[in-house]
C-alpha cells in the first residue's frame, strides 16, 4: 500500500502567523469600504427572483388553486410545518386540497416544498415581512396562502430556467 505524505508545515506556518495577518488584512479591507445604510420603513428592498421569501400557493386565473393535495410537501418538510387535507373533487383534477395550512412559525423557509412539487402548486415568494402577536396567527390557510399567478410570475419564470 502506498501512502500519501504531506508536506510537513514550517515552524512559521505552525504558529498560524500568517493566516492571521491575512484574516486582519481581509478585515482591515472591509473597514475602509464606504458604508451602505437602507433606511427600511422607507425604503423597501426588492428582492431578486431566486430570493425565498414565504411560501405560496399558485392560484390560477380560473380561481382555482393548482395543488392536486399530493401530500409531498408536508411529507418533505424538516420542520413539520406543512399540513395538507385531501378530497375528491368534478373538475379535470381529481384531488384538491381541502385543507392547506402551513404554520410560519415553524417554516423554515428551505424550499424543499417549492422542489418536490410536481404540480409548481408552492412557490417561495418574494414576501418577506412577516409579524404575529400570537401562535394562531401564525398558521396561514388556503385564505392567506392563494396568490394569483401573474403576482408570481418572476418566480416561476426564474424556476422554468433553473429546471
Avoid: H
Amino acid at each position: 500500500m502506498d501512502y500519501i505524505k504531506y508536506k510537513d508545515l514550517t515552524l512559521l506556518e505552525k504558529t498560524y502567523l500568517p493566516q492571521i495577518a491575512k484574516g486582519l488584512a481581509l478585515t482591515l479591507q472591509q473597514v475602509f469600504r464606504p458604508k451602505f445604510t437602507r433606511q427600511y420603513p422607507e425604503e423597501k428592498w426588492e428582492a431578486p427572483a431566486s430570493f425565498r421569501g414565504r411560501p405560496v400557493l399558485v392560484q390560477e386565473d380560473n380561481g382555482v388553486e393548482r395543488c392536486v393535495a399530493c401530500g409531498l410537501c408536508s411529507r418533505v418538510c424538516p420542520a413539520l410545518a406543512i399540513e395538507v387535507q385531501a378530497n375528491e373533487t368534478e373538475l379535470e383534477k381529481e384531488r384538491y386540497p381541502e385543507k392547506f395550512e402551513i404554520n410560519m412559525v415553524r417554516c423554515i423557509f428551505c424550499g424543499f416544498c417549492e422542489e418536490v412539487c410536481p404540480e409548481e402548486a408552492i412557490v417561495m415568494s418574494n414576501e418577506y415581512e412577516l409579524v404575529f402577536t400570537s401562535q394562531n396567527e401564525a398558521v396561514f390557510g388556503k385564505d392567506k396562502l392563494l396568490v394569483p399567478r401573474k403576482n408570481l410570475e418572476s418566480r416561476l419564470k426564474f424556476l422554468k430556467e433553473k429546471r
